[in-house]
């Protein structure tokens, strides 16, 4: 089952972007937000890494 978040663009916060949770493999800081490394390439997100493990834990702990 994937787990998937939501989370805005690091250039543009009012474009949301979908991130399956379970394909990011590490969260570096990046700027003001955090940088993504995933199975698709990375993605540059506004939300800071402590909010993005949140929301990762959050979306995996709902589908037990």
């Known amino acids: ?6 989370l ?5 916060p009012d474009q949301e972007v979908d991130v399956e949770a379970d394909d990011v493999s ?8 955090s940088a ?3 199975n698709e390439g990375t993605v540059a997100v506004h939300e800071t890494p ?4 949140a929301l990762i ?3 995996q702990e709902q589908s037990t």
């Open 1 to 6: 089952m994937a787990h998937w978040i939501k």
């Open 8 to 12: 805005h663009d690091h250039l543009n």
């Open 26 to 33: 590490v969260i570096s800081l990046f700027g003001s937000g």
């Open 36 to 38: 993504l490394f995933t």
């Open 50 to 53: 402590a909010e993005v493990m």
């Open 57 to 59: 834990k959050a979306a």
